[in-house]
């Protein structure tokens, strides 16, 4: 199983308030959370016994866990005429551990096991050196780990035969990796080549990790519907297999999935079963991450007194495990029941506690978020100017973070995923037919291959032109839709961000101060829960109208959300 922990770096900027100046109107959101998934051994082993627990690991990591380490105290006791067989057995031995902790959320010891097993096998064209490389790589979550694994993965690949399970696997884990690095638009084109290259003709464990870690970048860009039948793919699997373990984190990643489509009930649904498994197997981490998410998802509900009760569970049961990452995010999520609860101050003190090394800790993709509502609590507190500088940090990460030719790059690389399969298919009976022609008549063959050439060439230039004419209107279509909101025709949050730091550079630059206003409409809840959404949405409409023909021309009225 692997996390998505957060990193990053804080830095405020303070800036004065003016009147009868250009005016910037704005609406906060909530954010929303990432969650783990699972890997199991991605090269099988030849030795029956490692085989064997490299098999138990999705069904019960703990079990496969306790009888590795009963094997190798058992070889402890072997002679020491058997010692190079045994350094290489005790090798595997720890890539089980590793990996066995790592599916129970224990990265520290993970990273430890994974390292001792490297130091025994240095080799890096020794599959057990990859199976151990991966499994050290999986537990890598700060900058500076991921960019040292992300090397280490391609100098073992150098050695690899290009399309090897080996190559597979670990073309896999640096896509996981990418991933982690924010960089969607590499992880997408990586996790794809390891899909197809793990295509045959039965289903093998790369190409369901493929489709797993695919689901995972899907959901990231918000294509949810590819991202759920990507994650049944692997659901399939689990439970074909009776994988246990592996099931109950492909459970819990769906509710991922439907949590982020607003889908509260059915996510908490998924969340349910991913607990019950977890409970089966004692799985302690299993129902600390079940209970923070089904939190969540109450908290998303207004359920506040439910949700403080699961993520005090979701907090003991993370600080046992000594899970710092994970107890900051429940705190996050506790702190927001306090301010929901009237209590702002106790909220502050909590999100102070996240923020103590200014989000260095987090990955930079969840920092502006914490930032974010510990600016509400700030200003519950009445302390204005660190909510102004707690939001100034939250708009600049959160610009950074949603840059809009990434997002524009990884679509179109999605769509090219969508049809690299038809595009392998056409290559397999082309090659097929090229060997047919070949056995009856070579000079045929080579007349009938050019011709076939020509074609392919004059269709390959057709498409080309198509596609260059259909990207050309979809990047116009794209940058209309990513400017406004498709309800109020305000500009959108991302418009409204770079139309923010605009005006407060040119405010740096002529000293004409600006004002940049905070609007959140009251009992805007109470209209949709009495009229319904659909007169919210007419609400909404009508004050968007009515701000245009009130303000100035030289004033922006934005739309945040909500």
């Not at 057995?89 to 890539?95: F, G, H, I, P």
């Not at 896509?175 to 045959?200: K, P």
């Not at 049944?232 to 982020?260: C, H, N, P, Y």
Request: net charge neutral; aromatic share 6%.
């Amino acid at each position: 199983m692997v996390r998505f922990k957060r990193a990053g770096s804080h830095s405020a900027k303070s800036a004065k308030f003016g009147s009868r100046l250009p005016v910037l109107l704005v609406v906060l959101l909530g954010w929303v959370c990432i969650a783990p998934t699972a890997r199991a051994s991605c090269l099988d082993s030849l030795d029956p016994d490692i085989h064997q627990l490299q098999q138990l690991i999705v069904q019960d990591a703990s079990k496969a866990l306790n009888q590795a380490q009963a094997l190798m105290n058992a070889l402890k006791l072997e002679p020491l005429s058997d010692a190079i067989h045994n350094t290489a057995r005790t090798a595997a031995l720890y890539a089980i551990e590793a990996q066995a902790y790592g599916i129970l959320e224990l990265d520290a010891d993970a990273r430890a096991s994974a390292a001792k097993g490297l130091a025994l096998v240095p080799s890096k064209s020794n599959p057990v050196h990859v199976e151990l490389l991966l499994s050290f790589a999986d537990s890598l979550y700060d900058s500076a780990g991921i960019a040292a694994g992300i090397q280490a993965i391609e100098a073992a690949r150098k050695l690899q035969r290009h399309g090897s399970p080996a190559d597979t696997c670990l073309l896999l884990n640096r896509g996981l990796l990418e991933h982690r690095q924010n960089r969607e638009d590499l992880a997408i084109v990586t996790l794809t080549q390891a899909y197809r290259a793990s295509i045959a003709p039965v289903v093998t464990e790369p190409h369901i990790m493929s489709a797993d870690y695919l689901s995972l970048v899907m959901r990231s860009m918000g294509d949810y519907t590819q991202a759920l039948a990507l994650n049944q793919e692997k659901i399939d699997w689990d439970v074909s297999r009776g994988a246990t373990m592996a099931l109950s984190v492909s459970e819990f990643m769906r509710g991922q999935i439907l949590k982020m489509m607003g889908n509260y009930d059915a996510a908490i649904g998924e969340f349910i079963k991913a607990r019950t498994l977890s409970v089966s197997l004692a799985d302690q981490q299993g129902i600390a991450f079940a209970d923070q998410r089904i939190c969540e998802s109450h908290i998303e509900q207004g359920q506040l007194t439910s949700a403080k009760r699961e993520c005090a569970n979701a907090l003991r049961l993370f600080g046992a495990a000594d899970a710092a990452d994970s107890v900051k995010e429940t705190q996050v999520l506790l702190a927001r029941i306090d301010l929901g609860s009237g209590h702002p101050e106790r909220a502050l003190a909590s999100l102070d506690a996240v923020l103590d090394q200014d989000g260095r800790d987090m990955p930079p993709r969840d920092v502006g978020l914490i930032y974010q509502w510990r600016a509400r609590a700030n200003a519950a507190v009445h302390e204005y100017r660190d909510a102004y500088n707690d939001l100034q940090e939250y708009a600049k990460r959160y610009s950074a973070a949603n840059d809009a030719e990434r997002i524009q790059q990884a679509g179109a690389l999605r769509a090219r995923f969508e049809t690299d399969r038809e595009i392998e298919r056409n290559d397999l009976l082309k090659r097929d037919l090229q060997t047919s022609q070949e056995q009856s008549n070579r000079q045929a063959q080579r007349l009938r291959w050019n011709a076939v050439v020509v074609t392919a060439g004059i269709c390959v230039i057709a498409l080309l032109i198509y596609f260059l004419n259909a990207n050309r209107r979809y990047r116009q279509q794209l940058v209309k839709l990513a400017s406004l909101d498709s309800l109020t025709g305000l500009p959108n949050r991302r418009r409204t961000v770079e139309l923010a730091e605009a005006a407060l550079q040119g405010a740096s630059v002529t000293r004409i101060p600006v004002t940049i206003a905070l609007i959140d409409m009251d009992h805007f809840k109470a209209i949709n829960d009495r009229w319904g959404h659909a007169t919210g949405d007419h609400v909404l409409k009508e004050f968007a109208q009515a701000g245009r023909e009130t303000l100035r021309e030289s004033d922006v009225l934005g739309r945040w959300g909500g």
